[in-house]
């Protein structure tokens, strides 16, 4: 889902939902780590996105976070 397609109502997201989604879009510190890929720092961002709800937020609002 992209926050363009005309298809997607946001106002089926909750507050909670929406707050969380803007904090990981405005955050750098994913696409920081995705710089360095394979270092130490890339590969604990990578694991930490599989439970973030910030992260699940983002891509239920925005779709997947572009890193590059």
Aim: one cysteine or more; aromatic letters at 10%; glycine letters at 6%.
């Amino acid at each position: 889902m992209r926050a363009n397609d005309a298809s997607i109502d946001h106002s089926t997201f909750g507050v909670t939902t929406k707050v969380l989604a803007g904090i990981c879009h405005k955050c750098g510190i994913c696409p920081f780590a995705a710089r360095k890929p394979n270092s130490a720092f890339d590969r604990v961002m990578r694991w930490h996105r599989t439970w973030c709800p910030a992260w699940n937020a983002h891509t239920k609002v925005y779709g997947e976070k572009p890193l590059a």
